[in-house]
């Protein structure tokens, strides 16, 4: 049997997403028979092959976080956008009534203790947004997540239903909007 092809990819979140992913415990084990992981923190694959489903946390806060969606979307057939951060930009958004200048100077010229009052310049670092932007602004969305992180059983609901070939729908008694 032909196993689904599942991987996962975190932008501006803080990975509580894939740790409620985790917290889906041995009931992946079941899944193996049905499932393959890719890209993922259980395989610690780093580039994504082309698969199935697609799960990714995080908003859009530097141009790495744009490059990386729009090859993540490329290769995967389903995408599902998980957790507020994905959805909506969630914390790291809260920047975002901010100018980018004054959110630099307080974290590295400002703030108490720091050693080094510089404001890193390397070529080599991402260029931040000027806003943390959701990820259905730059790539189509097949699916949604809702939560801070989304539950375990819901994020398993949503694989399980795609895997059986449904069309996924959430269940109201899980899904969270903190
Ligand atoms: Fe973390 Fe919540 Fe964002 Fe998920 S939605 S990445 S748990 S802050």
Not at 64 to 74: A, H, I, P, T
Not at 100 to 121: F, T
């Amino acid at each position: 049997m032909t196993k689904v092809r599942v991987s996962t990819c975190s932008l501006a979140g803080c990975f509580g997403c894939h740790m409620s992913f985790l917290d889906v415990d041995e009931r992946l084990v079941d899944l193996l028979e049905r499932v393959e992981f890719n890209r993922s923190p259980l395989t610690d694959i780093k580039a994504c092959e082309s698969c199935d489903i697609g799960f990714i946390e995080g908003g859009l806060c530097n141009q790495e976080n744009v490059e990386v969606l729009l090859q993540f979307r490329k290769q995967c057939r389903y995408l599902v956008a998980v957790g507020a951060c994905a959805i909506n930009g969630g914390i790291p958004a809260m920047r975002n009534s901010i100018p980018i200048s004054d959110c630099l100077e307080e974290v590295y010229l400002n703030g108490k203790g720091l050693a080094n009052q510089l404001i890193p310049n390397d070529p080599e670092l991402p260029r931040l947004l000027n806003q943390v932007r959701p990820i259905h602004e730059a790539v189509k969305i097949d699916y949604f997540l809702p939560g801070c992180p989304p539950s375990a059983d819901e994020i398993l609901n949503m694989l399980q239903q795609i895997v059986d070939g449904n069309e996924p729908s959430t269940s109201h008694k899980n899904i969270r909007f903190d």
